[in-house]
C-alpha cells in the first residue's frame, strides 16, 4: 500500500477483516471439516496410543507407554527380561521406506517422460491421454491389486506368454517377492507421479528451453538445467505423493506379497481388523509412521520456503 | 557495403512450408536478403507474413524447406541453433526464472566453456552496459518489464554473438519504455558493431531504428529499402498503406512524360505521377499520396490554379497534426494532414468548398 492512502485505509494486511467478525463466522464449515475430519481422528489415535490393550479389541482408560514400549523394546515372552531393542518393528519401518522409496524412483522415472509427452501433444490428444490415465481409477484399488495378482502368478499370463515363447523353461515366482510389491506400489500410484508433473510441465514455457538451446546448450544440459529446475515443484509433489501413500499401503504388501515383504500399513491393519487385534499398538505405530512423513512434509516445506526467499 | 567485406547475412531464395502436401502451408516463398555488417536491419509486417518464421529460421528453431542461409560467407542452415553463433531476444524474454540476473546473462558464455570467473566477469560488464549492475543478484521475476528486457538483451549480447536475432523485444513494453528503449538499442547496436536483425510489425518502430528494413506480406518479399526509401517510393499498394498513411487512388494512365505518367483524378483533373515505370498509356493503376503532402486552400485563391477540388466533411484533432477528411467531387474521400501549428486547416468549416493541392511529386503511381 502507498503511504498517502494508509491514514484513511491503515490495515496492514488485506485479509485481516476475515479473521474478525462476520468472517470468522462464514469459515466455520472449513473449521468443522477439518476439526471432524482431520484433527479429531489423529488426536483419537494419539491418545489411544497411550491406552492400555483391550484383548478382545478397543482400550482400556488406563494411561500407559506399553504400546511405543513394545515396538521399540523387546522384554522377553512374560516381560520381565531386561529390555533389548526390538527389530522387529524397526525393520518393517526401514523395509517400508525403502519400498515406498524405490516405488517413487521407479514412478519418477516412468511418470516424468510420460508427463512430459503427454503435455508437449496437442491440447485434443492430451485430454485423451489423461483420461487413459486416470480410467483405472474408476476401478477399485483391491481389485486392480487382484488382477495384477492373476497376470503374474505362476499360472498367469505372463508366464504363459513367456514359456510359449521360449524365453523361460519354467514359470517365474513373482507373487511373493519384493518385486511383486514393488510391481504393486508402482502400478497403484504412478498417476499421482504423472498428473503433478504434467501439470508443471503443461505450465512451463518452451521458449526457455528455445533459449537455452540458442544460448549454446545441447538438448540434455538444457533438460538438467532448465526444464527440471523449472518443473521441479511438480516433481516433488508427485514424489511426495506417491512416497507417502507407499509408506502405508497394505494392500499391494498384502496381495502380492508374502511374509518376508510385511510393511508398516499391513501391521497397522492388523491390529485393527478383527478382535485379535492391539488397538494402542497399531495406533502407536499410526504415530510413529505419521510422524515419519511430517518430516518429510516438513523438509519439503523448508525448502519451498527457502526457494521462494531466494525469489524474494 | 563495401565488396571487400562478406556480407554478415546471405538468405538466398528461403522457402518455408509446414505440414505435408495436401495441407501444407508456406510460410516463406522465394526470400532473399543480404544483410551487410554492423547494419540494424528490420523485418517488418503484419502478424502472419512471416518475419518471425525467416528469423527462427536464421536462429535455427525452424529447418529451412529450400534454400540457403550465410554467416559471413559460411552455410549455417544445416547447423542446430546451439551450434550458430547468432543469438536472440525473445519477444516475452524467456529468462530462466530459476537463475539470478546475473546467471542469465552468464548462462550462454558458460556453456561456450568460459571458466564461472570469467563468465561472470563478462556477465557483469554487460549488466553495467544496460544499467542493470546492482540487480545482478535478483531473480528475474523480481525485476520490471524495461528491466527484463535489458537482461534479455544483456543475455543474447553475452557471448559476443556474430548477428543478434530481435524477435519483436518491445511489444511488451509501455508505451514511454518502448520510446526510450528504441534509442539505447540504437545506441548499443552502434557501439558494439554487431548485426541486428530486428522482427516488428510496427512500422513507426522500425522507421526509428533500422538502417534498412524488408517489408514483408503474406510470406513475399514487398521491399527492401531504407526507411525513406520504402515511405516515399513504395513499390506497390501493400507498401504504401503498411508504412504510414496514405491515399490510394484509383487511375488511368493518360500520358506518360518521362520516368512520371500522367493520369486522371478526380474530376478528369490531370496530375503527374513518378512511377517505377514499365507502364504504358491505358493502364489502370493506383495513386499514393501521403496526407501530410496535400494542402488545402481558399477556392480560387491558389495561385498555381489546381483544378481539383472538393468539401470538407471532418475534422479529427490529433494533437501535433489536424486530420481532415474531404470529398473530392467523384465521391472519393482523401485524407489531409494538417500540422497545427499553422492554422490553415481550421479555417475551414466542415461543408466547406475547398481546393486541394498536391505537392510536387507527392503522387506516386503503383502497379497493382
Known amino acids: ?312 | 557495403m563495401t565488396d571487400s567485406s562478406p556480407l554478415a547475412l546471405e538468405v538466398s531464395h528461403a522457402v518455408k512450408i509446414y505440414g505435408a502436401l495436401p495441407n501444407a502451408v508456406k510460410a516463406l516463398n522465394d526470400v532473399s536478403i543480404d544483410v551487410a555488417n554492423n547494419e540494424f536491419f528490420t523485418l517488418l509486417g503484419p502478424s502472419g507474413c512471416g518475419k518471425t518464421t525467416l528469423l527462427r529460421m536464421i536462429a535455427g528453431f525452424e529447418t529451412i524447406t529450400e534454400g540457403s542461409i550465410r554467416l559471413f560467407g559460411e552455410n549455417i542452415e544445416n547447423l542446430p541453433a546451439n551450434k550458430r553463433p547468432v543469438n536472440t531476444v525473445f519477444q516475452q524474454y524467456a529468462l530462466f526464472p530459476h537463475m539470478t540476473v546475473l546467471q542469465n546473462v552468464a548462462f550462454g558464455l558458460t556453456m561456450l566453456g568460459k571458466s564461472d570467473r570469467e563468465a561472470n566477469g563478462i556477465a557483469t560488464r554487460m549488466l553495467d552496459m544496460v544499467q542493470l549492475g546492482e540487480f545482478s543478484n535478483r531473480k528475474p521475476t523480481q525485476l520490471s518489464g524495461g528491466q527484463q528486457q535489458r537482461v534479455a538483451l544483456a543475455r543474447a549480447l553475452a557471448p559476443s554473438p556474430k548477428l543478434l536475432l530481435l524477435d519483436e523485444p518491445l511489444s511488451a513494453l509501455d508505451l514511454k519504455l518502448r520510446h526510450a528503449m528504441r534509442v539505447e538499442l540504437k545506441q548499443i547496436q552502434e557501439e558494439l558493431g554487431i548485426t541486428f536483425i530486428f522482427v516488428t510489425h510496427d512500422q513507426e518502430e522500425a522507421l526509428t531504428m533500422s538502417d534498412r528494413i524488408a517489408v514483408m506480406s503474406n510470406g513475399e518479399l514487398q521491399q527492401i529499402g531504407t526507411g525513406r526509401e520504402i515511405y516515399e517510393e513504395p513499390k506497390n499498394k501493400f507498401v504504401a498503406d503498411f508504412i504510414g498513411e496514405t491515399n490510394l487512388l484509383t487511375t488511368q494512365v493518360e500520358s506518360i512524360q518521362g520516368a512520371n505518367a500522367v493520369c486522371v483524378v478526380g474530376n478528369h483533373t490531370p496530375l503527374e505521377c513518378a512511377s517505377a515505370g514499365g507502364i504504358s498509356i491505358g493502364d489502370t493503376g493506383i495513386i499514393s499520396i501521403r496526407p501530410e503532402r496535400i494542402t488545402l486552400t481558399k477556392p480560387g485563391s491558389d495561385a498555381t490554379g489546381s483544378n481539383l477540388t472538393g468539401t470538407v466533411k471532418r475534422f479529427i484533432y490529433l494533437g501535433t497534426d489536424t486530420q481532415c477528411m474531404v470529398e473530392l467531387d467523384d465521391g472519393t474521400e482523401i485524407h489531409v494532414r494538417v500540422q497545427n501549428a499553422h492554422d490553415s486547416a481550421t479555417d475551414f468549416d466542415v461543408g466547406e468548398r475547398a481546393s486541394i493541392k498536391i505537392d510536387q511529386g507527392a503522387a506516386r503511381l503503383l502497379v497493382n
Open chain 1, 1 to 312: 500500500m502507498s503511504a498517502p492512502i494508509a491514514p484513511l485505509n491503515a490495515k496492514k494486511n488485506p485479509n485481516a477483516g476475515v479473521f474478525d467478525g462476520i468472517g470468522l463466522w462464514l469459515l466455520s464449515p472449513s473449521w468443522i471439516v477439518i476439526g471432524v475430519f482431520l484433527l479429531l481422528p489423529v488426536f483419537m489415535m494419539l491418545i489411544f496410543s497411550f491406552l492400555t490393550k483391550e484383548f478382545r479389541g478397543g482400550v482400556i482408560w488406563e494411561p500407559t507407554l506399553a504400546a511405543y514400549d513394545q515396538f521399540l523394546f523387546d522384554r522377553g515372552l512374560f516381560g520381565d527380561e531386561p529390555p533389548t531393542i526390538e527389530w522387529t518393528y524397526i525393520t518393517i519401518f526401514a523395509r517400508s521406506i525403502w519400498q515406498a522409496a524405490l516405488a517413487t524412483l521407479f514412478c519418477l522415472i516412468i511418470g516424468f517422460p510420460t508427463a512430459y509427452y503427454i503435455a508437449t501433444r496437442s491440447a485434443r490428444s492430451r485430454s485423451v491421454w489423461l483420461f487413459l490415465i486416470t480410467i483405472p481409477y474408476w476401478v477399485n484399488l483391491l481389485i486392480r491389486t487382484v488382477s495384477m495378482k492373476f497376470l503374474i502368478r505362476d499360472t498367469g499370463p505372463l508366464n504363459q506368454f513367456l514359456m510359449s515363447t521360449g524365453v523361460i523353461d519354467s514359470p517365474i515366482h513373482i507373487v511373493n517377492t519384493n518385486f511383486a510389491v514393488q510391481l504393486g506400489l508402482f502400478y497403484s500410484y504412478l498417476p499421482f507421479m504423472v498428473l503433478p508433473i504434467y501439470a508443471a510441465v503443461e505450465r512451463y514455457n518452451f521458449a526457455l528451453s528455445e533459449a537455452a538451446w540458442d544460448l549454446y546448450a545441447d538438448r540434455w544440459t538444457t533438460l538438467r538445467k532448465i526444464l527440471i529446475p523449472v518443473v521441479k515443484p511438480g516433481i516433488i509433489a508427485g514424489c511426495i505423493l506417491v512416497f507417502v501413500p507407499s509408506l502405508g499401503a497394505f494392500l499391494a504388501p498384502d496381495l502380492l506379497g508374502g511374509a518376508k515383504t510385511f510393511m508398516i500399513g499391513s501391521l497397522i491393519e492388523e491390529q485393527f481388523k478383527g478382535n485379535a487385534g492391539n488397538w494402542p499398538f497399531g495406533a502407536a505405530a499410526s504415530m510413529i509412521l505419521l510422524s515419519m512423513v511430517l518430516i518429510v512434509l516438513m523438509f519439503y516445506a523448508r525448502q519451498q520456503t527457502r526457494a521462494q526467499a531466494g525469489a524474494r
